[in-house]
């Protein structure tokens, strides 16, 4: 029986969802579900009251090194990239698609609950383009082809084959806990490779209904396999085991250079998807009404807690006042509340008590270093004490090399700065180890081209923020990462090229 309780606020908890999180959670490895070896486990909680959801199964070691045979045995009898053709695996990816779709309300809840997300943005943006992916990348298996090389040698014939990496480590954060899985797992699978998921400490149940849903939907036992557990136990020895061909990670440049480091033996495959520092730019001649808001929402949109924020904020001087003004109008109006609230708020509270601490200290950074803010800057107390609830907060004085301006703060903190001309505002805007995106507000035809050549980030937004498609490349110049996710770009990641040479004369 379900012991668990809320608060007599929130939307009806769904009987799917009381019954899952009642139930045991364990790793889903060869298709079959099991207990680590130790018995280990560790618990997720709703970061909107503190309380506990669940006990979820802490994958160690040898819980990783079972769960990679699984998966290697899987791939190497070729039950998914051999013994189906594209078009059968494309079926069953798009069938995943349709469960995602007809699962929505519970999964929206389950990150909901586990994340602090508003259930309403959940269920209308993370869900739905979670299973748009998986539907992009159903088409692309019957697409993934070789070529064929007109060589400079006579009587030979040269072509190419595209095959699967193999066993994939995926490692996933917990902004977007069910997307995020998916940008990864979708072109792996489309690729023909077989799956670990490791997702977040924080933010597990999304991803261990995921697997409820492959076996839904049929796919061979040990095509997909989770290990729920910590970064530094289930993470390394994913990263460490030589039977995993690539790692796919998102989360935090040191994490990443960790997993360089530790991925360093077995030289295998790595990509990064990480965080950001991003510029967004508003010249005077945009339409003002449209950037405020747009930058109001590109920082505090999932609560700054995105890789993509629009955290480093530079207006033109003439309109600083007017924009800054205009911004905290607009800050001011947003509700701040519990995520599954009945009277949904617009931003929930961050992930965690540690993320809480992290973020309250790079405020305190910004006023020990001499800036001030003009709006939020405080942990919200009252009825949602419990929870980790921070004001959004917009910094002023604050000068490019301090702290607050030039780290990443993964919260709803933006720096506002700024800035006279468009060659100085390039040049600052570019002063940054990150380069994961960058925006620019204007009417300048001119300017927008050659921002976009010019700024150094995987994305540019002119006249909007945070945009992306499953279609469009997506990924980090510089310590925002190697290599691109989503589009065509993803299934080079997920793919090795093989040069076949025949003599024929
Ligand atoms: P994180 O601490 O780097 O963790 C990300 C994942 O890596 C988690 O699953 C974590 O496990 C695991 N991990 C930790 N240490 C590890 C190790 N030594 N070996 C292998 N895996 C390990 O990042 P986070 O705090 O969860 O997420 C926030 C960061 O992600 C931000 O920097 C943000 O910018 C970035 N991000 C980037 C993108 C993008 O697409 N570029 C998207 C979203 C977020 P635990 O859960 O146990 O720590
Ligand atoms: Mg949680």
């Given at each position: 029986?379900?012991?668990?309780t809320f608060?007599?606020?929130?939307?009806?908890?769904?009987?799917?969802v009381r019954?899952f999180?009642a139930?045991?959670?364990?790793l889903?490895?060869?298709?079959r579900w099991?207990?680590?070896?130790?018995?280990?486990?560790?618990?997720?909680?709703?970061?909107s009251?503190?309380?506990?959801?669940?006990?979820?199964?802490?994958a160690?070691a040898?819980d990783?090194?079972?769960a990679?045979?699984?998966a290697?045995?899987?791939?190497?009898?070729g039950?998914?990239?051999?013994?189906?053709?594209?078009?059968?695996?494309?079926?069953?990816?798009?069938?995943?698609?349709?469960?995602?779709?007809?699962?929505?309300p519970?999964?929206?809840?389950?990150?909901?609950?586990?994340?602090?997300?508003?259930?309403?943005?959940?269920?209308n943006?993370?869900?739905?383009?979670?299973?748009?992916?998986?539907?992009?990348?159903?088409?692309?298996?019957t697409?993934?082809?070789?070529?064929?090389?007109?060589?400079?040698t006579?009587?030979m014939f040269n072509?190419?084959?595209?095959?699967?990496?193999?066993?994939?480590?995926?490692?996933?954060?917990?902004?977007?806990p069910?997307?995020?899985?998916?940008?990864?797992?979708?072109?792996?699978?489309?690729?023909?490779?077989?799956?670990?998921?490791k997702p977040?400490?924080?933010?597990?149940?999304?991803?261990?209904?995921?697997a409820r849903?492959?076996?839904?939907?049929?796919?061979?036992?040990?095509?997909f396999?989770?290990?729920?557990?910590f970064?530094?136990?289930?993470?390394?020895?994913?990263?460490?085991?030589?039977?995993i061909?690539?790692?796919?990670?998102t989360?935090?440049?040191g994490?990443?250079?960790?997993?360089?480091?530790?991925?360093?033996d077995?030289?295998?495959r790595?990509?990064?998807?990480?965080?950001g520092?991003?510029p967004n730019i508003?010249f005077?001649?945009?339409?003002?009404?449209q950037?405020?808001?747009?930058a109001?929402w590109?920082?505090f949109?999932?609560n700054?807690?995105?890789?993509?924020?629009?955290?480093?904020?530079?207006?033109?001087?003439?309109?600083?006042d007017?924009?800054?003004?205009?911004?905290?109008d607009q800050?001011?109006k947003?509700?701040v509340?519990?995520g599954m609230?009945?009277?949904?708020?617009d931003?929930g509270?961050v992930?965690?008590?540690?993320?809480?601490e992290?973020?309250?200290?790079?405020?305190?950074?910004?006023?020990?270093?001499?800036?001030?803010?003009?709006?939020?800057?405080?942990?919200?107390?009252?009825?949602?004490?419990?929870g980790?609830f921070?004001?959004?907060?917009?910094?002023v004085?604050?000068?490019d090399?301090?702290?607050?301006?030039?780290?990443?703060?993964?919260?709803p903190?933006?720096?506002?700065?700024?800035?006279?001309d468009?060659?100085?505002v390039?040049?600052?805007?570019n002063?940054?180890?990150?380069g994961?995106?960058?925006?620019?507000?204007?009417?300048?035809?001119?300017?927008?081209?050659?921002f976009?050549?010019?700024m150094q980030?995987?994305?540019?937004?002119v006249?909007?923020?945070?945009d992306?498609?499953?279609?469009?490349?997506?990924?980090?110049?510089?310590?925002s990462?190697?290599?691109r996710?989503?589009?065509?770009e993803a299934?080079?990641l997920?793919t090795?090229?093989?040069s076949?040479?025949?003599?024929?004369?």
């Open positions: 029986m379900n012991m668990l608060p007599d606020t929130y939307v009806e908890i769904l009987p799917e019954d999180l139930g045991k959670h364990q889903y490895i060869g298709g099991q207990s680590a070896l130790s018995g280990a486990t560790f618990e997720t909680i709703d970061p009251t503190g309380r506990l959801l669940a006990h979820i199964a802490s160690q040898e990783v090194d079972v990679v045979r699984a290697r045995a899987t791939f190497d009898s039950a998914w990239h051999l013994k189906l053709t594209p078009s059968e695996r494309g079926k069953l990816i798009w069938k995943l698609a349709d469960l995602i779709e007809e699962h929505a519970i999964l929206a809840q389950l990150d909901a609950l586990d994340n602090g997300k508003p259930v309403t943005k959940a269920r943006v993370d869900v739905p383009l979670s299973a748009e992916h998986f539907r992009y990348y159903a088409g692309w298996t697409k993934i082809e070789g070529a064929t090389i007109p060589v400079n006579q009587g072509y190419t084959l595209r095959e699967p990496v193999g066993v994939c480590g995926l490692i996933v954060p917990w902004n977007y069910l997307l995020m899985a998916a940008w990864k797992i979708a072109p792996a699978l489309a690729a023909g490779n077989c799956i670990i998921l977040a400490e924080q933010t597990p149940l999304s991803a261990l209904y995921l849903l492959f076996e839904e939907a049929g796919f061979p036992p040990g095509v396999n989770v290990l729920t557990g970064g530094e136990t289930a993470g390394a020895a994913l990263v460490a085991h030589p039977g061909n690539k790692v796919g990670f989360g935090s440049v994490v990443a250079k960790t997993i360089l480091r530790n991925s360093a077995t030289l295998k790595v990509s990064l998807e990480l965080g520092k991003s508003i005077a001649d945009a339409d003002l009404e950037a405020v808001v747009g109001t590109a920082i949109g999932n700054g807690q995105s890789c993509t924020a629009g955290s480093r904020l530079y207006i033109q001087r003439n309109i600083y007017r924009v800054l003004t205009g911004m905290s800050a001011a947003i509700r509340g519990m609230q009945i009277d949904q708020p931003l509270p992930v965690s008590q540690e993320q809480l992290t973020v309250m200290g790079f405020i305190e950074a910004g006023y020990n270093h001499g800036g001030k803010s003009v709006i939020g800057g405080k942990r919200v107390g009252g009825a949602l004490a419990q980790y921070i004001e959004p907060t917009i910094f004085d604050v000068q090399h301090m702290k607050i301006a030039r780290e990443e703060i993964f919260g903190v933006v720096c506002a700065m700024p800035f006279d468009a060659d100085e390039l040049r600052r805007a002063e940054t180890p990150y994961l995106a960058a925006g620019l507000w204007t009417r300048d035809l001119q300017t927008a081209h050659r976009a050549a010019q980030a995987g994305t540019i937004w006249n909007t923020w945070g992306t498609d499953a279609a469009s490349p997506f990924g980090g110049y510089k310590q990462g190697h290599g996710e989503m589009g065509k299934i080079d997920y090795e090229v093989k076949v040479w025949i003599k024929t004369g």
